[in-house]
């Protein structure tokens, strides 16, 4: 839908054929650019598992940011409950619309299909943290300080009390790391 559009997704005769047939063009692509993808992005992943899960019925985070890169679109994944996003933009000086992908506590749903402007692109970047790798979104508890912590749990709105630990803070942190 955020290749071709949300219209002419709604005018497909069967869309299950249509997702079916588009599955199986990216994972073609994905084995020919794999390479070349995992060079010019950094990424790292396995050819097959994304494939496979490309086949699944629910696509992972990490093969959703596979194909964003791959097809050169830009995405915003946020998780309103948590107040964490992650931004998966390619081409961010182009005039290529980001798509802004909202998750509701049950499951994953599109909320616009339309170029983010830059007051909500600025306003998300302000009210949520962003987390840089979703496959790691957090480093060791030693490396960061109590400061940093205590910084991490202002921007996602976690209550503190007094007399928590390093390893306390940590953990509500990485508790609240849910994209």
Not at 61 to 86: D, G, I, K, M
Not at 112 to 140: C, F, G, N, W
Not at 144 to 166: D, F, G, R
């Given at each position: 839908?955020?290749k071709?559009?949300?219209?002419?997704?709604?005018?497909?005769?069967?869309?299950f054929?249509?997702?079916q047939?588009g599955?199986?063009?990216?994972?073609m692509?994905?084995r020919?650019?794999?390479?070349?993808?995992?060079?010019?992005?950094?990424?790292k992943?396995?050819a097959?598992?994304?494939?496979g899960?490309i086949?699944?019925?629910?696509?992972?985070?990490?093969?959703?940011?596979?194909?964003?890169?791959?097809?050169s679109?830009?995405?915003?994944?946020?998780?309103?409950?948590?107040?964490?996003?992650?931004e998966?933009?390619?081409?961010a000086?182009?005039?290529?619309?980001?798509?802004?992908?909202?998750?509701?506590?049950?499951?994953?749903?599109?909320?616009?299909?339309?170029?983010?402007?830059?007051?909500?692109l600025?306003?998300?970047?302000?009210?949520?943290?962003?987390?840089?790798?979703?496959?790691?979104?957090?480093?060791?508890?030693?490396?960061y300080?109590?400061a940093?912590?205590?910084?991490?749990?202002?921007?996602?709105?976690?209550?503190?009390?007094p007399?928590m630990?390093?390893?306390e803070?940590?953990?509500?942190?990485?508790?609240?790391?849910?994209?």
């Amino acid at each position: 839908m955020m290749k071709n559009g949300a219209f002419k997704y709604d005018q497909l005769a069967n869309r299950f054929t249509a997702e079916q047939n588009g599955k199986r063009d990216e994972i073609m692509m994905l084995r020919e650019r794999a390479k070349a993808l995992k060079q010019s992005t950094g990424i790292k992943f396995a050819a097959s598992t994304i494939e496979g899960d490309i086949m699944s019925q629910r696509i992972s985070l990490h093969a959703f940011q596979v194909l964003v890169c791959l097809n050169s679109l830009n995405a915003v994944f946020v998780n309103p409950e948590t107040h964490v996003y992650a931004e998966f933009i390619n081409d961010a000086v182009s005039d290529k619309p980001i798509y802004i992908i909202e998750r509701n506590s049950k499951n994953t749903k599109c909320v616009s299909m339309t170029r983010a402007t830059d007051h909500e692109l600025t306003s998300l970047r302000a009210t949520h943290y962003r987390i840089e790798t979703p496959q790691k979104p957090v480093k060791a508890v030693s490396a960061y300080t109590v400061a940093e912590l205590t910084e991490m749990c202002h921007q996602l709105k976690i209550q503190m009390t007094p007399k928590m630990k390093k390893q306390e803070i940590y953990d509500a942190v990485v508790k609240q790391l849910v994209l």
